[in-house]
């Protein structure tokens, strides 16, 4: 799976609780909830309401601006702008992860898992045919 930035799963967490509060959210609330300091928070909901994510409810806190069953996590990964995540505390391992109880991505892992057990089924060492052989690390036949 695709690792995705502590700023990212941290505007996810700020979301889920907007979503599951149903009214607004303030940052200190948001920041005794993840365990973060207010100034990580205030800078990702300015992306978050640029990109009409969020609303702000003046003195109240923030929250959905749409449906959450509208929002994509695309959408959320372009709002924050970090395409270069670090590394997942779980590695990418899923089956291997420790705190999969606890930890929001769960079935985002879960499904992006199950893709890739899917492509591997389904994909054939015929597809294969066009790669390029002379890539680093790539075996070649008869090198």
Do not use: W, Y
Not at 35 to 48: H, N
Not at 119 to 137: C, H, K, S, V, Y
């Amino acid at each position: 799976m695709r690792e995705l930035s502590a700023a990212t799963v941290l505007a996810l967490h700020a979301l889920q609780a907007m979503m599951l509060k149903g009214t607004p959210v303030s940052i200190p609330e948001l920041a005794r909830s993840s365990g973060s300091a207010a100034a990580q928070i205030r800078p990702l909901l300015a992306k978050l309401q640029r990109e009409g994510l969020i609303q702000s409810r003046p003195g109240h806190g923030f929250l959905l601006a749409r449906s959450p069953g509208d929002i994509t996590l695309h959408e959320i990964i372009q709002a924050i702008g970090e395409s270069r995540p670090p590394a997942a505390p779980c590695g990418g391992d899923f089956d291997a992860c420790d705190s999969r109880a606890s930890c929001i991505l769960v079935p985002l892992c879960r499904k992006a898992e199950e893709g890739f057990r899917e492509t591997l089924r389904t994909f054939t060492l015929a597809e294969l045919r066009g790669a390029p052989l002379d890539l680093p690390n790539c075996v070649t036949p008869g090198r």
